[in-house]
């Protein structure tokens, strides 16, 4: 997603700083805190603009959530929507995530979501994808176990590789389908349509759609053995 230079960027950010989180790394371990509550925490790794987060914390308002967009003219757009909102379950970082054991604890989140992530089409550049198992395998250790992802992407090559690393990591494909809005199944997914989402089923674009977890669980919670 690119945009033009905002005017008076970092004025703007402070003017709409009340959800922000300027120094996101140490609140490694300390996120339920930040929240004052022991909800269950979602993360979305490159927000947007928020259209989906924002939309989620609003509806589904028992949750806490932090959306994280390392472009910050774009991230700007976050802020000002959810001091809008005035949203106390949701909180914003500015920064791109390298490795997300820099920002979270092991078992702190419950759930990940990765919306129209970067490509990277180019083979020697594959480790940059969000869905390279390095990344998904950092991403489900920071999750409860039983934590989902859920990824949406107009890419379907991407798609194809997600769904293979997925395999290949013995994960659990909870939902899936090649045409969400096209799809009878009624998937939660569809009422929170991000920016890119709705620009590409406007166009006639199939929209691909996988819910996974890394592991079966029993009915009264524990692990089961994959
Ligand atoms: C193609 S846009 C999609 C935006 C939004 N999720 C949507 O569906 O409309 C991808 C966004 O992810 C951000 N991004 C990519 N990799 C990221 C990372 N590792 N950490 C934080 N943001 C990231 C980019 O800056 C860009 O704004």
Known sequence: ?????????????????????????????????????????YLEVGSGKGQFILKRAEI??????????GQENICLRVLEKAEEAGLSNLKVFMEYIHDIHDYFEEGELEGIFLNFSDPWPKDRHAKRRLTHRRNLTGFMEVMKPGGIIEFKTDNDSLFEFSLEEIA???YEVLEMT??????????????????YEERFSAKGKNINYVKFRSS???????????
């Not at 996101?24 to 022991?38: S, T, V, Y």
């Not at 079966?216 to 089961?224: M, V």
């Open 168 to 170: 290949d990591l013995g």
């Open 60 to 69: 589904l308002n028992d949750m806490n959530y932090i959306a994280c967009e």
């Open 1 to 41: 997603m690119r945009q033009r230079n905002v005017k008076n960027l970092q004025e703007r950010i402070d003017a709409n700083a009340s959800h922000l989180v300027r120094e996101p790394k140490a609140m490694k371990g300390r996120w339920h805190e930040l929240f004052g509550n022991d909800r269950p925490i």
């Open 216 to 226: 079966a669980l029993k009915p009264d919670g524990q692990e089961e053995d994959i």
């Open 178 to 195: 090649r045409d969400l809005h096209n799809d009878p199944a009624n998937y939660q997914s569809k009422e929170f349509p991000t920016e």
